[in-house]
């Protein structure tokens, strides 16, 4: 995400005579640099670990200090050094902007940010009522909309975002098309809108691969360790996305370990 300074480095160290430094700068040139968000517990510790397994080097970030840097002195005694704390609650901008002043001066380079913090409920703030457009949707119609990539825009979503806060609030959402069956409605809006996301960012800006994964139903604290799968496995398919070489997938979906349709 950042410019490769390292030619720059490389040439100024080698005018300056110093070998061994510049070897060292190629080295470190070369190894991968990884952030995961929400890496302290569940699938995001486990994509951490995995990752600093395959040689990358590993950013855990972790909304709280003290669940962060217990994570990362774990995984130090799997003799794993490749691993920095670094505090980000996601919800919290100016935490984010201070990873990003961290990692570019420490590495002066990002080469995977894995965006695994989630939680499985949701807070009812509304910002500005009166911006909502009001409009009666079915779960069909929002499904096509999320799914028109051309025709979405970052504006629309933070529309929807604000228009679900309301209807929520209101007791609204099954009246107005809110994907309620089964429950956790927040949960799968908040899912179905990040995807969207995704999508968006990976058509401006396609030379990254940005792409999403459904890990599966994995044992996790999120779903009081119930689901169906390891840690491990449900942190197979992220890894495949992460470690795939430049210039792979673009804007796709894996459900688990296959690629897949959005919606
Ligand atoms: N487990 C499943 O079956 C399943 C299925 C589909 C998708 N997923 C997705 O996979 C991801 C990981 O889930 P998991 O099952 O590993 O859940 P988990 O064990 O509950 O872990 C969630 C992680 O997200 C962190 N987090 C929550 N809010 C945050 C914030 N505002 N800023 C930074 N970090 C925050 C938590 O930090 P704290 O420890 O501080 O709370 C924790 O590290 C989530 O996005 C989840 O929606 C999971």
Known sequence: MYPDHSNRTLSWLLAAGTCEAATEAVASS?????AV???????????CKQLASNGVTV???????????EAVSILGKLVLSNIVFHQLDVSDPPSAVRLADFIKEKFGKLDILVNN????????EINNPETFRQEVFSGEE?????????KLSEHRLDELSELFLKDFKDGQLEHRGWPTEGGFTAYKVSKAIMNAYSRILAKEHPWLSI????????QTDMNFQVGDLTVEEGAKGVLMMALAPKGGMIGGFLNRTEFASFV
């Open 211 to 218: 792409n999403c994964v459904h890990p599966g139903f994995v």
């Open 117 to 124: 913090a989630g939680i499985a409920g949701t807070i009812t």
């Open 142 to 150: 929002l499904k096509q909309e999320l799914n028109n990539i051309d």
């Open 59 to 69: 950013v855990l970030t972790a909304r709280d200090q003290k669940r962060g840097t």
């Open 37 to 47: 968000t929400g890496g302290n517990r569940g699938i995001g510790l486990e994509v």
């Open 30 to 34: 070369l190894v991968l640099v990884a």
